[in-house]
């Protein structure tokens, strides 16, 4: 098939969104070879290619139709929409979906010693940053005064070079910032992965294999914290353990053969089944009881 007709996606070529963004792929049923130049992947089962290139280069390539989707952060789509925005110009990548890892957020920390009370504190000082201008809206609403100082990276060491007095930089655990003797006072963002699709219109045949990604990447949503459980019960304990499975619709109930009033329970259950979810169904009468874990869905 033509390029014309197959859908090309752009991911992070090496880095915190690569394993996640390709799984993800692998979960929706993409089987690919990786070309020579490890640059593209061409998919053996659906129309779908997929383009390795910096994360900071995906909302461009999306915007400029070199690729149908893009899975980036919405920290990275924000900053360009913005940058976009300051130059005049608006943004034409789309967002279609939020995904649910890469999860982290854009928080401006301050040195352990730094005086903080409250944003206040901020007003006159500088804040290093990799993303000026998220930083610049967050300190607009707030009606703060601030330099912002750009940084290409090494955000979190600009204090201890003079460069800056607070920084403005992505956290996940908070590891690094203690590393660093950073506290972190407040939240500029909060970004996960998401996807985004090239404001020209597809053919209808891409479309629909758009449409059939997402119908899968919201399956594989649903599954992953999904369990199946199954028990046993006496019928009459049926309405309290129906009220303990956590996130599940209505379950199925199925006789058990020679067992008088017992029955079997099958449940889909929307959320993890934790040993404290167990150990209250056995208290509530449950016996047998098996947790799966949960491979496709498609509701
Ligand atoms: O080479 P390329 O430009 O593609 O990669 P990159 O270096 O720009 O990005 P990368 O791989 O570091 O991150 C890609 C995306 O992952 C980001 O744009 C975010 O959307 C998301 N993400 C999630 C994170 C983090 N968590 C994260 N913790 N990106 C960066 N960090 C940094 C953080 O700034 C800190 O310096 O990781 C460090 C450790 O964080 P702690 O809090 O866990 O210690
Ligand atoms: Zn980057």
């Known amino acids: 098939m033509e390029r014309q007709q197959r859908l090309r996606i752009a991911i992070q070529k090496s880095g915190r969104l690569t394993d996640h963004s390709l799984d993800l792929l692998a979960r929706c049923g993409l089987k690919y070879s990786r070309g ?15 383009l390795f290139v910096r994360d900071d280069d995906i909302p461009d390539l999306v915007q400029e139709d070199v690729c149908d989707l893009g899975l980036v952060g919405l920290n990275v789509i924000e900053e360009k929409r913005l940058a976009m925005a300051a130059r005049g110009a608006q943004a034409r990548f789309e967002l279609i979906q939020r995904l649910d890892f ?11 010693d730094f005086p903080y009370r409250d944003l206040s504190s901020l007003a006159g000082r500088r804040i290093a940053t990799t993303y000026p201008h998220v930083l610049a809206r967050f300190l607009r609403e707030n009606s703060i005064e601030a330099e912002i100082v750009t940084l290409s990276g090494a955000v979190e060491i600009a204090p201890r070079l003079g460069r800056a007095d607070v920084i403005c930089d992505l956290v996940s655990t908070g590891s690094t910032l203690l590393a660093n003797h950073l506290r972190e006072v407040t939240t500029v963002l909060q970004s996960e992965a998401a996807l985004i699709r ?9 479309a629909d294999w758009v449409r059939r990604l997402l119908v899968r990447i919201d399956g594989v949503q649903q599954v992953k914290e999904s369990k199946y459980i199954m028990l046993h019960a006496p019928r009459s304990a049926l309405p309290q353990i129906a009220k303990l499975l956590p996130g599940s619709e209505s379950p199925t109930v199925i006789p058990l053969d020679g067992h008088g009033d017992k029955v079997a329970v099958h449940a889909v259950c929307r959320e993890n089944v934790f040993w404290e979810t167990l150990e209250a169904l056995k208290a509530a009468g449950a016996s047998a009881l098996l947790v799966l874990p949960v491979e496709k869905m498609l509701p």
């Open 36 to 50: 020579k130049d490890q640059l593209m992947c061409y998919g053996e089962n659906m129309p779908l290619d997929v």
């Open 102 to 112: 890469g999860r982290c957020r854009l928080a401006i920390a301050v040195p352990d």
């Open 198 to 206: 090239t404001p020209v219109p597809l053919p209808d045949e891409k």
